[in-house]
């Protein structure tokens, strides 16, 4: 499990990989619950750091709301709003994670997909 888990997130870091090109407005991403980014499919260099308390365009912490939904129900489905540059304003997104048990190095992770847009 381990290894597969290993190889899985160095493959979301590849913003090149099929993980993040099968949909133009998706990629995924992975963290533990304490917030700590393992791997990031659109910017490789937020893995390693903590983003648990990240806030969206209107001060919402996303990234906190989707963990501790996810230490709930195993699930999470969080709309929030981000500031995209090229349009020069802030446009709805979601963020959908499920949790999977890696066991006891990186313990529960959740995997996520954020869509650019709404789902």
């Not at 983003?51 to 129900?73: H, L, P, R, T, W």
């Not at 446009?91 to 499920?98: D, F, G, P, V």
Request: glycine content about 10%; proline content about 2%.
């Amino acid at each position: 499990m381990m290894r597969f888990l290993q190889g899985c997130l160095s493959t979301k870091n590849n913003a090149k990989g099929i993980w993040n090109t099968t949909y133009p407005n998706a990629f995924s991403a992975a963290g533990d619950w304490k917030g700590l980014t393992l791997a990031h499919g659109r910017v490789s260099a937020l893995a390693g750091q903590n983003n648990m308390n990240v806030k969206d365009a209107d001060g919402k912490a996303f990234i906190k709301e989707s963990v501790e939904k996810c230490q709930k129900s195993g699930y999470a489905e969080v709309g929030y709003r981000w500031f995209n540059p090229k349009l020069n304003k802030a446009e709805a997104r979601t963020l959908i994670a499920t949790v999977v048990d890696c066991g006891s190095k990186f313990g529960k992770v959740d995997i996520i997909t954020f869509y650019e847009g709404t789902q």
